[in-house]
């Protein structure tokens, strides 16, 4: 049974940081794509980081040189590095498998508020 558990959210002020974790176990991580999914109230789903089974990030443009993504295959964990957050990165943020369309896998989702 795949499991992708995250960790890490919570209330922090504009400008600080957050590292958020997601632990997969049930499958083999070195085979999946991992993702960092956000979604805000009213809002879509949108794809904040990708990395890939080799290592190549991706980000959306509004969180590029704030935002990184990692991956360690040792933990089957994978990382988002949050700095200079902002009030609108305020969200419900998904943890991703991918790496077949049958094979596609999501975490429960953690809260990142960013407030003062």
């Known amino acids: 049974q795949v499991q992708l558990v995250e960790s890490g959210g919570g209330l922090v002020q504009p400008g600080g940081s957050l590292r958020l974790s997601c632990a997969a176990s049930?499958?083999?991580?070195?085979?999946?794509?991992m993702g960092w999914y956000r979604q805000a109230p009213g809002k879509q789903r949108e794809m904040v980081a990708t990395?890939?089974?080799?290592?190549?990030?991706n980000y959306v443009d509004s969180v590029k040189g704030r935002f990184t993504i990692s991956r360690d295959s040792a933990r089957n964990t994978v990382y988002l590095q949050m700095n200079t957050l902002k009030p609108e990165d305020t969200a419900v943020y998904y943890c991703?498998?991918?790496?077949?369309?049958?094979?596609?896998?999501w975490g429960q989702g953690t809260q990142v508020t960013v407030s003062s």
């Open positions: 991703n498998a991918n790496w077949r369309p049958w094979a596609d896998y």
């Open positions: 049930g499958l083999i991580f070195s085979r999946y794509a």
């Open positions: 990395i890939t089974s080799g290592g190549s990030a």
